[in-house]
């Protein structure tokens, strides 16, 4: 399967706890995107890479969220003292950067998270 | 002001019917548009995308651009019960390099 994977698909937390999501990107895609999506909400941004470089932010990623890509391959999302009101869909998604397709951006299978 | 607008339905058409799905943008700079199919508890999968105004044909599928009116749309011709989904309009604003999306219209298509 050569589409965008992550993990865990399902976490279960207790709130004050710290978790950590994965994603790798399907392989010849410089850009990577984190979007969280609550129920009947379309999804929201929340940080994207070009290899290994975070370019932008958005202001819902609070301090306790951090995102990382080392090598410019997969990217890890975590989330510390974890609050109920972060129970969402955490989607990854990847673009390639140049070419015909280089603003789609195809989305993985998620890792929904709830907060106890 | 929302990015992007869509009517949240639920919008209902017969099976074999055409599906007329509705977007707005805000953004008059915006030149990607995209619509995403969700099913329920799965993520969102990019059935159609257009830059152009006019529109793009991909088999039962047709995506519609309007710039100056600030309007995209999405048909589904011959509607089949397996289209029954939410669907996602999203654009990337002038400028920017991520995708803003709306609330999703659910179709349900009746046998």
């Not at chain 1, 909400?41 to 975070?54: D, H, R, V």
């Not at chain 1, 390639?96 to 890792?111: A, D």
Request: with cysteine.
């Amino acid at each position: 399967d050569t589409g965008v994977s992550q993990n865990p698909r399902h976490k279960i937390t207790k709130r004050g706890q710290n978790v950590t999501f994965r994603c790798d990107p399907i392989s010849e895609h410089n850009r990577l995107y984190w979007y969280r999506q609550t129920l009947g909400q379309g999804p929201e941004f929340l940080t994207y890479f070009q290899n290994e470089a975070q370019l932008e932010k958005s202001r819902l990623l609070s301090d306790r969220f951090s995102a990382e890509r080392p090598k410019g391959s997969f990217s890890t999302l975590e989330i510390q003292r974890t609050e109920q009101g972060d129970s969402a869909m955490y989607l990854c998604a990847s673009s390639p950067v140049r070419g015909l397709s280089y603003n789609e951006q195809f989305f993985g299978p998620g890792t929904r998270l709830t907060v106890l | 002001q929302k990015e992007v607008e869509q009517n949240s339905g639920p919008l209902s058409v017969p099976e074999g019917a055409i599906a007329s799905l509705n977007c707005t943008y805000s953004d008059r700079g915006s030149q990607s548009f995209f619509w995403y199919r969700q099913y329920s508890g799965k993520s969102p999968e990019l059935i159609m995308f257009i830059y152009s105004n006019g529109d793009k044909e991909d088999g039962r599928f047709t995506a519609q651009l309007n710039k100056a009116s600030q309007y995209v749309s999405l048909l589904i011709r011959d509607s089949q019960p397996s289209d029954s989904a939410t669907y996602l309009c999203a654009v990337i604003p002038f400028g920017a390099n991520n995708l803003f999306f709306g609330t999703g219209t659910r179709l349900t298509v009746i046998p």
